[in-house]
Each structure stands twice: as structure tokens, then as C-alpha cells.
Nanobody, 125 residues
Framework: QVQLVESGGGLVQAGGSLRLSCAAS????????MGWFRQVPRKEREFVAA?????????YADSVKGRFTISKDAVKKNTVYLQMNSLKPEDTAVYYC?????????????????WGPGTQVTVSS
């Protein structure tokens, strides 16, 4: 059974940093693209960042470009990180890790087959 589990969320002041981790188990994701999405109540889940299977290709939402960095662990092939710097109150959301059965990145949540339960990130002003 495939499982994705996020960790690293929490409460931080505006301007601060957090690093989210996503650990996948049940199968290897070394050949899969992975991504991060976020969602606030009463809104659609939105794309944040994605990384391709090799880790050499990344994509970011305009709202986080230059502040967030997605990466794959070079040793733990099934672990993906989201480094979040210069956090803003509008970054407050539940953040979800996702993996897809494809090697290229995607910004569409329906193209990801596997999802974690999410981790809350709250940025205070």
C-alpha cells in the first residue's frame, strides 16, 4: 500500500522559514514526479511546486517563486522537501505532498494519483 506522509508544518511568524518533508513508502518513487499543493477552507487545492523524477526539473507557482524550493533527497529517493522562506500570512494553508505515475512535472492536481494527509502551516503577521 502506497503511503505519503508529510511533516514539518507548524506555526511561524511572517518572514520566517519552514521545511516540509514528504516520505513515501510502499513502492519506489525514484521514477516519478512529485509535487506540493496547498488548500485553505472553501478554496480549491492549488499547485505550489513540482519536481521531476531525476530532480533536475522543477516548477513553481508564481506566488512562491523565489521563496520556496522543492528538492529530492539524493540518498533517500522516496523523500521530497519543500523549503519555505520569507513566509507570508497568505501562505497559511494545509500543505499536501503528491506523487504521480509519470516522470514529468504537472501543475494539475488531477494528474497526481497519490496524496498524503496534509500538514498545517500557519504564518502569523
Amino acid at each position: 500500500q502506497v503511503q505519503l506522509v508529510e511533516s514539518g508544518g507548524g506555526l511561524v511568524q511572517a518572514g520566517g522559514s519552514l521545511r516540509l518533508s514528504c516520505a513515501a513508502s510502499g513502492r519506489t518513487f525514484s521514477s516519478n514526479a512529485m509535487g506540493w499543493f496547498r488548500q485553505v477552507p472553501r478554496k480549491e487545492r492549488e499547485f505550489v511546486a513540482a519536481i521531476n523524477w531525476s530532480g533536475g526539473g522543477t516548477r513553481y507557482a508564481d506566488s512562491v517563486k523565489g521563496r520556496f524550493t522543492i528538492s529530492k533527497d539524493a540518498v533517500k529517493k522516496n523523500t521530497v522537501y519543500l523549503q519555505m522562506n520569507s513566509l507570508k500570512p497568505e501562505d497559511t494553508a494545509v500543505y499536501y505532498c503528491a506523487a504521480r505515475n509519470g516522470w514529468s512535472t504537472s501543475t494539475y492536481n488531477y494528474e497526481y494519483e497519490y496524496w498524503g494527509p496534509g500538514t498545517q502551516v500557519t504564518v502569523s503577521s
